[in-house]
Structure formats: structure tokens, C-alpha cells
């Protein structure tokens, strides 16, 4: 937190410090950026409904918008009916004004996203990637790919607001590090932010994949859900806590590691972390590919099995549904413990229809206490295999977007344009 100000630094465009559109840290007065926080609803506002929500005098109100709307990230949005005289004009905040990138990076997937700031995907790459190639690889396609989506759609390094990444171990959220993670070698400790900062000046915010899946889903397709659980059903398990409508990590990052508890029924299956009996090894994408081939049936891959649970092979549905079963034992205590008002099944494995989710809510519903059950709703995800870009882009526009950082920016521009994510 950088200490009070007395005065607005010497950079401040001087016509918003004329207007009295600067508040410096410790001003005490609400800024240009806690108005933007009311309009990043979509809804337009004229000054004088901004005025009365912010309790700003109007004079005060005109000057932020002013200062937004020179920054690109406020529009004018028509005007309002008329009570007598000229209609008042409404204002709306502007997603187009600045772009933001979500990267996905699975065990054997990468997934890119351009994104405007309401984290609604413009552009797209998926390409298979092997995560275990090492972090210099990866990240490089990031850097590249990245390089190649701001091209094509004409934006300037000044638009980019921030890259978010998504990987599929333990994160240390506060500075981006993968911590041990199982299926990465090479990345345990690497700094991620910094690799892909030597590229770019922006900032870049790292999480576990199912963190930013998490948050995708629940940007996009339940917003108004206080509590929500998402669970990853893919090569792996793991899951991402929304509780308050804020995502939960943990001391150090690793709350939801769904995978690696211990479940009751295979105590000799032996895990990738090194331990036995996990959900993971028993319940996963590789588990069930293992399962099917023990009993001659042919599965490569997640898409595999999806593929002939959808053809209706008998054996293929019989075992993603023991899956189910396996995971809705370990999720029983965790509604249990955690009251969510809704479960999320996402990961590639919920591809294959009801078979999943049928298994889950067979043992939750039969295990859970009915006062945590008695609204709660299991449901597949909707936001698919943009879950991932869409979430990560959500992370870092917020980082963004939040009112001290845009007060901060708006503060720096003269004659540069706003660089928002500074």
C-alpha cells in the first residue's frame, strides 16, 4: 500500500486535477474509479443517478465522468426521458476500451483467449501443448500466441490490461510460482509472471486451472450465486471454492486440491503425488481410460471415453458413472463442510451426458444432511472449455479494473493513453 499523498503526483493530466477529477490515496473522497465500479453493471446512468448512488455532488460526478470518458473506458449511452427540458445524457461503461488475455494451460492443452473487459472472449487458440516440455517452452508460445491474437485483431500493446494464466498444479497466487506441482516438471518455484513480463510491461497474474474455471463459470453463468463449487472431472480432479462471491485459496494456495484426498474403497491405488487411495487415481480421466482398457476396451484419451459413452458402450458409461459415484463420496463432505448453494461439474469428462452427474448427485444427495441439500443444485458447466481463458481474463481485469488502480492511472495520463493495468 503506498503511503497517503498530500498531493497529486507531477504527471496528472492537468485538466483532471483542474476538474477535480484526481483523489489521491488517502484523499477520502471517492474517485473516478469507485464510479466505474457502478457502472460495470452495463447499466447506463445519467450524472445526476450517478450523484445520488455515490453521494457526489453533481459539479464533482460530471468531473470523474469527464476523466472516464477521456480514458476510453466510459461511453456516452444515449439519453434519458425527459422531465422537463433537455433529456439528461446517460454514460456506460465501455468493454471495448481495452482487451485483456486468459491463457489455459492443461497437462496436454493450451487454450488463449482475447478477451474485452467483461472477460467475453473476441478471439481464440487451442492447440495441444505438454505442459511437462518445461516452462521456457510453454511460456513462449504464450508470449508468441498472444503476440499473434493483438495482431490480428489490430490492438496495440497500450490496450492489453493484463495476462491471466491458469495452470493445471499448486500456485502461489501472491507471486505467480507453480509450488510442487505433480505433473510439471521443471516448474516447481519458476517465476511465471516474470518470464512473461521480459515481453511485456503488463501485469500477470497466475493461478491453478481450476481457480480460473471457477471463476469463469461464475462470472459468466451464475453470477448472483453467493457460494458455488466447481469440481474439474479431466486427467485430474481438483476443485475451485467461490464462498462470499470471492474465490477461496487457501493459506497457500492450495484449498480445493480435491484430487489428492483420500477416498475409502482403494487404499493400494497408487497416485501420481506418490500417495495411495487418492480420488484422482481412482476417479479421474486416466483412472477410468485405465479401467476400460483392463476390461479390453479401447480409450486413449478423455475424448475416448466420451466417445463411447456417447455411442452407448455399456461398459464405458458403467464406469464414468461409478466415477461419479466415487467423487460425489469425497464432494457429501465437502457440502457438508462448506454449504454451497450450487455444484458445478466442469472438466472434459462432463462431456459425456448424464452419466457424470447423475453418479455424483446419486451419493451426494443420498449422503448430505438435508438441510445442505434442500436447495442445492448439481448441475454440468456451461461455460465449457472457455471456462478456463474466460476466468483467467476475469482475474486480471479485476486486478485491473479495481478503483485504486484506475484512480492511479488516470492520474499518470498526460499525454500518454491510459494504461490501465499498471
Known amino acids: 500500500m503506498p503511503p497517503p499523498a498530500a498531493a497529486p503526483p507531477a504527471s496528472v493530466h492537468r485538466g483532471a486535477v483542474a476538474a477535480?477529477?484526481?483523489?489521491?490515496?488517502?484523499?477520502?473522497?471517492?474517485?473516478?474509479?469507485?464510479?466505474?465500479?457502478l457502472l460495470r453493471d452495463g447499466q447506463p446512468r445519467t450524472r445526476a443517478e450517478l450523484a445520488k448512488l455515490a453521494g457526489l455532488t453533481r459539479s464533482t460526478v460530471s468531473a470523474r465522468?469527464?476523466?472516464?470518458?477521456?480514458?476510453?473506458?466510459?461511453?456516452?449511452?444515449?439519453?434519458?426521458?425527459?422531465?422537463?427540458?433537455?433529456?439528461?445524457?446517460?454514460?456506460?461503461?465501455?468493454?471495448?476500451?481495452?482487451?485483456?488475455?486468459?491463457?489455459?494451460?492443461?497437462?496436454?492443452h493450451g487454450n488463449i483467449a482475447l478477451t474485452d473487459l467483461t472477460g467475453q472472449p473476441l478471439s481464440e487458440v487451442a492447440e495441444r501443448v505438454d505442459i511437462s516440455?518445461?516452462?521456457?517452452?510453454?511460456?513462449?508460445?504464450?508470449?508468441?500466441?498472444?503476440?499473434?491474437?493483438?495482431?490480428?485483431?489490430?490492438?496495440?500493446?497500450?490496450?492489453?490490461?493484463?495476462?491471466?494464466i491458469g495452470l493445471p498444479g499448486p500456485v502461489e497466487h501472491s507471486s505467480g510460482r507453480p509450488m510442487r506441482p505433480p505433473i510439471m516438471p521443471g516448474w516447481d518455484g519458476y517465476d511465471v509472471p516474470g518470464?512473461?513480463?521480459?515481453?511485456?510491461?503488463?501485469?500477470?497474474?497466475?493461478?491453478?486451472?481450476?481457480?480460473?474455471?471457477?471463476?469463469?463459470?461464475?462470472?459468466?453463468?451464475?453470477?448472483?450465486?453467493e457460494h458455488l463449487l466447481f469440481v474439474k472431472v479431466a486427467t485430474g480432479i481438483g476443485a475451485g471454492i467461490i464462498s462470499g462471491r470471492r474465490l477461496h485459496r487457501g493459506a497457500v494456495g492450495a484449498a480445493g486440491d480435491l484430487g489428492h484426498v483420500a477416498t475409502p474403497h482403494a487404499v493400494d491405488v497408487l497416485c501420481t503425488c506418490g500417495n495411495t487411495g487418492c480420488l484422482e487415481a481412482v476417479a479421474s480421466g486416466r483412472a477410468i481410460i485405465r479401467e476400460l482398457a483392463a476390461?479390453?476396451?479401447?480409450?486413449?484419451?478423455?475424448?475416448?471415453?466420451?466417445?463411447?459413452?456417447?455411442?452407448?458402450?455399456?461398459?464405458?458409461?458403467q464406469a464414468v458413472r461409478q466415477a461419479g459415484r466415487t467423487i460425489g463420496e469425497v464432494l457429501a463432505t465437502c457440502v457438508s463442510l462448506l454449504n454451497p448453494d450450487l455444484v458445478v461439474i466442469g472438466g472434459s469428462l462432463v462431456q459425456a451426458g448424464e452419466s457424470l452427474i447423475a453418479g455424483v448427485r446419486e451419493v451426494?444427495?443420498?449422503?448430505?444432511?438435508?438441510?445442505?441439500?434442500?436447495?442445492?443444485?448439481?448441475?454440468?458447466?456451461?461455460?465449457?472449455?472457455?471456462?478456463?481463458?474466460?476466468?483467467?481474463?476475469?482475474?486480471?481485469?479485476?486486478?485491473?479494473?479495481?478503483?485504486?488502480?484506475?484512480?492511479?492511472?488516470l492520474a499518470s495520463a498526460s499525454s500518454a493513453p491510459l494504461a490501465v493495468g499498471g
Open 133 to 164: 516440455a518445461g516452462p521456457v517452452t510453454v511460456l513462449d508460445w504464450v508470449v508468441e500466441t498472444t503476440r499473434r491474437l493483438l495482431d490480428e485483431a489490430g490492438r496495440q500493446l497500450d490496450d492489453l490490461v493484463g495476462i491471466g
Open 195 to 225: 518470464h512473461v513480463r521480459r515481453h511485456w510491461d503488463v501485469p500477470v497474474l497466475v493461478d491453478n486451472d481450476v481457480n480460473i474455471m471457477a471463476l469463469g463459470e461464475h462470472a459468466m453463468a451464475h453470477p448472483e450465486v
Open 65 to 108: 465522468i469527464d476523466a472516464l470518458l477521456a480514458s476510453g473506458l466510459l461511453a456516452p449511452s444515449g439519453e434519458a426521458a425527459s422531465t422537463g427540458g433537455r433529456p439528461p445524457a446517460r454514460f456506460a461503461f465501455n468493454p471495448q476500451a481495452r482487451v485483456a488475455v486468459g491463457a489455459d494451460l492443461g497437462a496436454t
Open 20 to 37: 477535480g477529477a484526481y483523489t489521491g490515496p488517502g484523499s477520502g473522497v471517492p474517485g473516478a474509479g469507485e464510479l466505474l465500479q
Open 364 to 409: 451426494v444427495y443420498g449422503r448430505s444432511l438435508p438441510l445442505a441439500t434442500g436447495h442445492l443444485q448439481i448441475v454440468p458447466a456451461t461455460t465449457g472449455i472457455q471456462a478456463g481463458v474466460i476466468g483467467a481474463a476475469t482475474m486480471v481485469i479485476r486486478h485491473a479494473l479495481a478503483a485504486d488502480r484506475v484512480d492511479e492511472a
Open 295 to 317: 476390461a479390453g476396451v479401447p480409450a486413449m484419451t478423455n475424448s475416448d471415453v466420451v466417445g463411447l459413452v456417447s455411442g452407448g458402450n455399456i461398459a464405458a458409461a
